[in-house]
């Protein structure tokens, strides 16, 4: 199975990711992890990803899909990307490099979550501005509430997680990602999950819908 994951930060994506993974014995490739181990190697390409990052550079394309490719390539079982693509031209080449390989995607499931719902998620965070742990209100709340459990220091909510800078930045991510969602929906074995629900309810939907599709 070569399945690729889309959806917005908060849709779940990464943990159903996993648990895909688990379920059938796939390997999980998240961009962010690959990102982050290339760049801590003395590799080359960890090299050049240091200097685009060092120069404020965007990370290119074709950077990108090489990282991917290097990923790919070793594997002897399927997997499950996380992350990636991100732009049109990215998953053009993608499907031109697996395709090359003799390894085409099978299935794309796109996570499609309200914005409004998604900002109540986000709305329930709490950071600490000392030792910046994360806490949720409803899903991991501190001991006392408002407080964190190491120091004491007050939590905070980031700017990032307010409920009018989520929605706005879940619109721009649905509108970067519209022409990519077209181009899978073209392509065909192309899946819609309504990731509103709870976790565990989008796992049972998400692996009968990979069930069914495999059969
Ligand atoms: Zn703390």
Redesign the pocket.
């Known amino acids: 199975m070569r399945i690729a994951l889309l959806g917005p930060p908060g849709s779940g994506k990464g943990t159903q990711a996993q648990r895909i993974c688990e379920a059938f014995g796939l390997v999980h490739l998240a961009s962010g992890d690959i990102l982050r181990a290339v760049k801590a190697s003395g590799s080359p390409l960890g090299q050049k990803l240091r200097e685009f990052i060092d120069n404020g550079l965007l990370v290119p394309d074709d950077f990108m899909v090489e990282l991917m490719r290097q990923n790919i390539l070793g594997l002897s079982r399927g997997f499950v990307l996380d992350g990636f693509p991100r732009t049109l031209p990215q998953a053009r080449a993608l499907s031109r490099m697996l395709f090359e390989n003799d390894r085409p995607l099978m299935l794309v499931l796109n996570f499609v979550v309200d914005p409004e719902a998604l900002a109540r998620r986000f709305a329930g965070r709490r950071v600490?501005p000392?030792?910046q742990?994360v806490y949720h209100v409803d899903s991991q709340p501190p001991r006392v509430a408002g407080i964190?459990d190491?120091?004491g220091?007050k939590l905070i909510i980031r700017d990032d997680d307010r409920p009018e800078v989520v929605q706005k930045r879940i619109v721009t991510f649905q509108q970067t990602m519209a022409p990519i969602v077209a181009y899978y929906t073209q392509l065909g074995n192309f899946k819609t999950i309504d990731a509103s629900a709870t976790i565990d309810d989008v796992t049972k939907i998400v692996l009968d819908k990979i069930r069914r599709h495999f059969e």
């Open positions: 600490c000392v030792c742990a964190c190491k120091e220091a």
